[in-house]
C-alpha cells in the first residue's frame, strides 16, 4: 500500500510541470420524449436537494408547471483523499506541492468524478427530455426543463410559495434520482429559489460632478496601495484575468436586460487611467440564457448594471491592461452563481481569457449558509491557484451581526478571502486621474449613519468552524472568540479578512437617459480593487499565489508583533460599524486592514522575519508628506535649557513619521528616541545625532514609525555627551498636538505646558517636491565618492565592499550606487567588514536596466581618521555593482573587497562605484 501511495506522490509531481487546456463545455438537447415512470430511482437527502418538509405549513400558490428552470446537478470527487492532502501541502513549505498548483487537465485527470458515472447520468437525462449542459471537469451538469418535467422525472411536487415581496419554488417532500447515481451526489441547485443574493453596495440618488473634494476614483489606489512600484518595476499584468460573478438587471416591464454598456467601461479607462497605462479589455459572458452586454442596461430598475459597471471599472483600475470577464446569469439564484464559478474554472472556446484566470470577484452577498457545489468549486480554484474573493457586506450597522456568504465560506485548506470597506481619505489633490493624490492621509471604518443603514459588515458565523490560520493567530483568535457577548459564538470563522476602499468611489456609468459619473459606496468597491491588486501582485511575483488567507494571516499576526521591518498592511484603527469596532491589528470591521501591494509581495517572495529587523528606511509613497505634531517659535522667543527634556504629544490621525526637526544648542551628542513612555519603553531608540557649536535647527531622519491617533506618545531626548541643550519657547507660534512639557529641575521631573519645548514631527518621502525643514548646523554635500564615464563602468556579483575614510567628522543621509541586473540588495554602513553595523538591511529594489540608484538613509554620523565599510548584500534575484577600471573622482575610498568563488579578494585597482553624501 505504502508503494502505491509513493508511486502516485512521484506521478503527481511530475504531472505538475505539465501544462493543460481546458475543454469547452456544451449542451445536448434531446430529440425523445419526456418519459413518466422512472424505475429505480433513490431519494435525495434534504440537505442536497433543499426540499420542504412533507406536512410542512407554508403558503402554497398555483404552480405554472410550463415555466422553464435551470438545475444544477454536482457530483463528489474522485480521489477525494489526495485532494485534501494536496490542498494541505500547497501552503505548507516541507511538503513536495508547495506552491506547486495544477492546471486545469492536471485537476480534472485526478479528481474528476468517474466518465462512465458522469456521461451515464447526461445520457439518462437528454433520454428523458432534458436539455444538458456539461463541464469539462465532470463535475457539474446544467439540466433545463419545465417545471413539469422534473416533477414527472424526480417524483416530487415543486410548490410555488408566496415570499415577502416576490414567488418562489422549492419542491414539496422528497426528490428522487436514479439509482446509479447514489453516494454521488453532493448538490442539486435551483429547485429551490427562496434564497436570492443581494448586491453590496448603495448608490447616490444623482450624478456627481467628478470634482467635489474627497470623491474617489479607482486609479487613486495605486499609490494608496504602493501597486505602481510593482508597475515600474515588473510592467502591468496584461497577461492575467479577473473574473467577477454577477447577474444581469430587468427593465420596468421586467423584462431582462444587459448587465452594463461596455462604452461606459471603456470612457472610465480613458478618463481615470494615468497617461500611458494600458487599459483592460472587458468581457461579458452570458450563461443560462442572460443577455449580452449592450445599451439596454441603461434601462435596468434592478442596480446590477450598476454592480457590474463598479466590478469592472474598479478591476481594471488595479490591474490595468488585465482582461477582465464577468460571467453572470439571469437572476441572482444560487444556482447561477453556482454555474457562473462552474463556467470561469471551465470556459467554451469563446472565452479564452478565462484559461489565465488568476482572481474572482463576488460583490454579492446573502444569509451565512453552506452550498456544496459553490464549496466544489473552491476547491477546484484553490488547486489550480486561483484567488476568491468576496465582499464581507454592507449591513453592519443594521443590527445584523452575523456575516454574509459567501464571504464566510472559508475552510483550512481553500474558501474566500473576504474583504471589507474602508472609508479612505487620500493626501494631495483630488484628481480624475490618479495623479493628484499622492497616498494615503488617514483610513477609518466604513460606516454610514445609523439612518443611512449600511456600513462594512463582519462577524463570527455560526455556520463555518473557525479555521486553523484563525485560531493559529493569537490576535485574531481572541478578536473572534471575545467577541462572544455580542455574537453569542464561542468561535467560529470571522469575517472580513481583509479591507479595501468602501466609499465616495466614482463610476462612469449610463442610465435613465444620462451618462456622467456616479458616486458609490460599498464592500462591492473593496473587493474587485482588492481582485485586481492580487492579479497585479501575481504578475510581479511571477506565478500564481491561490488561497492566501494561511499567509494572509500568518504576515497580519507578524505585523501586529512588530516583527515586519515594513508594513504590509494599513491597520484600521479608527471607527466601528455599530457592532464591532476598529483596532490596531486583526478586527471584525476590516480584518487586517487595507495591503500595501508592494511589501505583501516582498514578504511573500522572501518569506516572513521570525523577529524584528532594522525597517526601511525608504519611505513609503502612501504616507503623506507633513508635519503631524509641532510647537514652534520665532528667533525673538526661543530661550534653552539643558538635556534630558522630554515632550508628550499626540496625533489626530495615524500615520508613519521619519523625520524629527529640533532646535539645539551647545557642543556634543544627544540621544533621541519615540515612544509610549516617559524615558521609557521606546518605539525607536538611542538614535545619537551630533550637536554642533551654533544654536540652530537640526533635521534628524530615522527608520519609519507608525503612530496611531489618540496614543500618548513622548518624544525623549537625552544626553550622550558633551554639553547640550534644547530649546523651549514662552509663546509657541504653532502648537498642533503637543499635551505636556517634562524637565528636570536637579533631580526633580517637572512638568507643565508653559514653556514647550520646541519641535516637529512628520514625514518627508524622498521622491516628494516638498522640502524638509531646514538643518542649518548640518553640512551637506558629497563627503566619499568613487565615479566613472559611462564607457569604463563594468558589473561584478555582490557581495561587494568598499572600504573608506572621511576627512572630518559628518553626517550622511544618502547612498548613490551603480547597479544592474533584477533583484533586491542590501546596503549597510559600518565599522567591519561583513560585520557589525551602524546602519544594516536597508534594502533597495534594482530594475532590470543598469543605472545609478540612489536612497535615503537615516541621517548617521561619520567621524574623522574611521575607517568604515559600505557593505552590499544580494538579498533576492540577479543583480551586479558596478565598478571602473579609472575613477573620474576617487574621494575617501581605501580599499575595494569582492568574493572570487568563496575566497575573499581586496585591492583597490578596480573600485566599485558609490557615493556617500549628506542633502
Not at 456544496?372 to 488547486?383: K, V
Not at 501575481?538 to 497580519?556: E, S
Not at 554642533?692 to 544626553?719: K, R
Not at 567621524?863 to 540577479?878: P, R
Amino acid at each position: 500500500m505504502n508503494r502505491i501511495v509513493i508511486l502516485l506522490m512521484a506521478t503527481i509531481m511530475l504531472f505538475l510541470g505539465i501544462a493543460g487546456v481546458v475543454s469547452a463545455g456544451h449542451e445536448n438537447v434531446s430529440a425523445g420524449s419526456v418519459q413518466s415512470n422512472v424505475p429505480n430511482l433513490i431519494s435525495v437527502p434534504l440537505s442536497v436537494s433543499h426540499s420542504v418538509p412533507l406536512g410542512s405549513n407554508y403558503p402554497l400558490v398555483k404552480t405554472n408547471l410550463n415555466s422553464r428552470i435551470s438545475v444544477m446537478v454536482t457530483l463528489k470527487f474522485s480521489n477525494e483523499s489526495f485532494l485534501h492532502t494536496f490542498l494541505n501541502g500547497l501552503n505548507d513549505k516541507s511538503s513536495p506541492y508547495y506552491h506547486h498548483y495544477m492546471s486545469a487537465s492536471q485537476f480534472d485527470r485526478y479528481f474528476s468524478p468517474s466518465s462512465a458515472l458522469y456521461d451515464r447520468a447526461v445520457e439518462y437525462y437528454i433520454s428523458h427530455g432534458f436539455t444538458v449542459k456539461t463541464y469539462q471537469d465532470h463535475l457539474s451538469f446544467v439540466l433545463k426543463g419545465s417545471i413539469a418535467q422534473f416533477e414527472d422525472n424526480m417524483q416530487t411536487t415543486i410548490g410555488t410559495f408566496k415570499g415577502t415581496g416576490r414567488e418562489y419554488i422549492m419542491p414539496v417532500g422528497n426528490v428522487y434520482l436514479p439509482s446509479f447515481m447514489a453516494g454521488h451526489v453532493v448538490n442539486i441547485a435551483g429547485l429551490n429559489t427562496k434564497h436570492l443574493a443581494t448586491l453590496n453596495f448603495n448608490v447616490s440618488p444623482s450624478f456627481t460632478s467628478g470634482s467635489n473634494g474627497q470623491l474617489l476614483y479607482g486609479s487613486d489606489f495605486q499609490n494608496a496601495y504602493q501597486l505602481s512600484k510593482l508597475y515600474q518595476s515588473k510592467g502591468y499584468p496584461t497577461n492575467e484575468t479577473v473574473a467577477t460573478i454577477l447577474w444581469s438587471g430587468t427593465n420596468s416591464a421586467g423584462q431582462s436586460v444587459a448587465p452594463f454598456v461596455p462604452s461606459d467601461i471603456y470612457s472610465y479607462f480613458n478618463k481615470t487611467l494615468p497617461s500611458g497605462e494600458p487599459h483592460s479589455n472587458i468581457y461579458g459572458a452570458p450563461i443560462d440564457g442572460a443577455p449580452a452586454p449592450g445599451p439596454s442596461a441603461a434601462n435596468d430598475q434592478s442596480q446590477a448594471d450598476f454592480e457590474s459597471t463598479l466590478d469592472l471599472e474598479m478591476a481594471g483600475s488595479t490591474a490595468p491592461g488585465a482582461n477582465i470577464v464577468e460571467v453572470y446569469g439571469p437572476q441572482a439564484t444560487q444556482s447561477c452563481l453556482d454555474q457562473a464559478f462552474a463556467f470561469i474554472l471551465n470556459p467554451n472556446s469563446s472565452y479564452p481569457q478565462l484559461n489565465s484566470v488568476v482572481a474572482i470577484s463576488n460583490s454579492w452577498g446573502g444569509a451565512d449558509m453552506t452550498d456544496s457545489s459553490w464549496t466544489s468549486y473552491e476547491q477546484e480554484a484553490a488547486a489550480r491557484g486561483i484567488t476568491v474573493f468576496a465582499s464581507s457586506g454592507d449591513d453592519g450597522n443594521t443590527g445584523n451581526v452575523s456575516p454574509s456568504f459567501p464571504a464566510t465560506a472559508s475552510y483550512n485548506t481553500y474558501g474566500i478571502t473576504a474583504v471589507g470597506g474602508i472609508c479612505t481619505t487620500l493626501s494631495g489633490t483630488a484628481s480624475t486621474d490618479g495623479t493628484g493624490t499622492t497616498g494615503i492621509q488617514k483610513e477609518s471604518v466604513w460606516y454610514n449613519t445609523p439612518n443611512s443603514g449600511d456600513g462594512s459588515q463582519g462577524g463570527v458565523s455560526s455556520v463555518y468552524a473557525e479555521p486553523s490560520w484563525q485560531q493559529n493567530s493569537a490576535d485574531a483568535n481572541s478578536v473572534i472568540t471575545g467577541a462572544s457577548s455580542i455574537t453569542g459564538l464561542s468561535s467560529g470563522r470571522g469575517t472580513p479578512d481583509v479591507a479595501a476602499d468602501g466609499a465616495n468611489m466614482e463610476i462612469w456609468i449610463t442610465y435613465s437617459g444620462s451618462t456622467g459619473y456616479q458616486e458609490l459606496w460599498g464592500t462591492s468597491i473593496a473587493s474587485p480593487l482588492t481582485a485586481g491588486l492580487f492579479a497585479t501582485m501575481d504578475y510581479y511575483i511571477g506565478h500564481k499565489v491561490g488561497f492566501i488567507d494561511p499567509f494572509i494571516y500568518q504576515l497580519g499576526q507578524a505585523q501586529y508583533n512588530g516583527t515586519l521591518s515594513s508594513p504590509a498592511f494599513y491597520f484600521v484603527a479608527n471607527g466601528s460599524n455599530g457592532e464591532f469596532s476598529a483596532a490596531k491589528g486583526y478586527n471584525l470591521v476590516d480584518g487586517w486592514g487595507s495591503i500595501n501591494a508592494y511589501n505583501f509581495a516582498q514578504y511573500y517572495i522572501n518569506g516572513i522575519p521570525s523577529s524584528s529587523t532594522p525597517p526601511t528606511t525608504q519611505p513609503t509613497s502612501t504616507q503623506s508628506n507633513g508635519v503631524f505634531s509641532q510647537v514652534n517659535a520665532t528667533v525673538s522667543n526661543i530661550n534653552l535649557y539643558s538635556v534630558p527634556e522630554a515632550e508628550e504629544f499626540t496625533v489626530n490621525n495615524s500615520y508613519t513619521a521619519n523625520n524629527v526637526v529640533l532646535y539645539l544648542s551647545g557642543s556634543g551628542t544627544i540621544d533621541v528616541s519615540i515612544g509610549t513612555s516617559l524615558f521609557g519603553s521606546q518605539v525607536l531608540a538611542n538614535q545619537s545625532y551630533n550637536i554642533g557649536s551654533t544654536a540652530g535647527w537640526y533635521q534628524l531622519f530615522f527608520s519609519n514609525i507608525s503612530l496611531s491617533a489618540s496614543t500618548d506618545y513622548f518624544l525623549n531626548v537625552y544626553l550622550a555627551s558633551g554639553s547640550t541643550e534644547w530649546g523651549y519657547t514662552t509663546s509657541p507660534s504653532v502648537d498642533q498636538g503637543a499635551v505636556q512639557d517634562y524637565w528636570y529641575s536637579g533631580s526633580t521631573l517637572e512638568n507643565d505646558n508653559s514653556y514647550p519645548d520646541i519641535y516637529s514631527i512628520g514625514y518627508y518621502a524622498s521622491t516628494s517636491s516638498t522640502s524638509p525643514p531646514p538643518a542649518s548646523n548640518v553640512p551637506s554635500g558629497i563627503f566619499v565618492q568613487v565615479n566613472a564615464s559611462s564607457s569604463n563602468i563594468y558589473t561584478y556579483n555582490v557581495p561587494e565592499a568598499e572600504e573608506f575614510t572621511v576627512s572630518s567628522s559628518v553626517q550622511i543621509n544618502y547612498v548613490v550606487l551603480y547597479l544592474s541586473g533584477a533583484g533586491s540588495i542590501d546596503v549597510s554602513i559600518g565599522t567591519s567588514l561583513f560585520g557589525s553595523q551602524v546602519l544594516s538591511n536597508q534594502t533597495l529594489t534594482v530594475g532590470s536596466t543598469a543605472g545609478f540608484y540612489n536612497f535615503t538613509l537615516p541621517s548617521t554620523s561619520l567621524n574623522s581618521g574611521t575607517d568604515y565599510f559600505i557593505n552590499v548584500y544580494l538579498a533576492s534575484g540577479s543583480t551586479e555593482w558596478g565598478y571602473t577600471s579609472s575613477p573620474s573622482v576617487d574621494k575617501g575610498a581605501i580599499q575595494d573587497y569582492w568574493y572570487s568563488g568563496s575566497t575573499l579578494e581586496n585591492d583597490n585597482s578596480y573600485p566599485d562605484i558609490f557615493t556617500l553624501g549628506y542633502a
